[in-house]
């Protein structure tokens, strides 16, 4: 995907670990759905819930970039003079959210 900016990833030390610790624990979920299937008494369902469940971590770790990004980024966009560049990129970024 093209990017409007050369920015580099601003997360406060805070948000930094608390997604780092989620996606550690994203890994962990999905290291347990490869066991399930490699295992022949499990239910199909319970592998999709797994995997739902990994889907709403995911996001969660997205909103914090995302929160992240609006208020290092966006909030300073007109102080910058490329607002139409950042409204651009979000579009594209939320067309996947």
């Known amino acids: ?3 409007a900016h050369k920015h580099k990833l601003h997360l406060d030390p ?3 670990e608390e997604a780092r610790r989620r996606l550690r624990s994203i890994k962990g979920h999905v290291e347990g759905i490869l066991r399930m299937l490699e295992s022949e008494d499990v239910y199909c369902v319970d592998v ?3 995997i739902k ?3 709403g971590a995911l996001d969660k770790v997205g909103d914090l970039v995302l929160k992240s990004h609006l208020k290092d980024h966006v909030v300073t ?6 607002v139409d560049a ?3 990129e979000l579009m594209e970024v939320l067309k996947y959210r």
């Open 14 to 16: 805070k948000t930094r």
């Open 48 to 50: 999709l819930k797994q």
């Open 86 to 88: 950042i409204v651009e």
């Open 1 to 3: 995907m093209k990017t």
């Open 77 to 82: 966009a007109h102080e910058r003079g490329d």
């Open 53 to 55: 469940a990994v889907e």
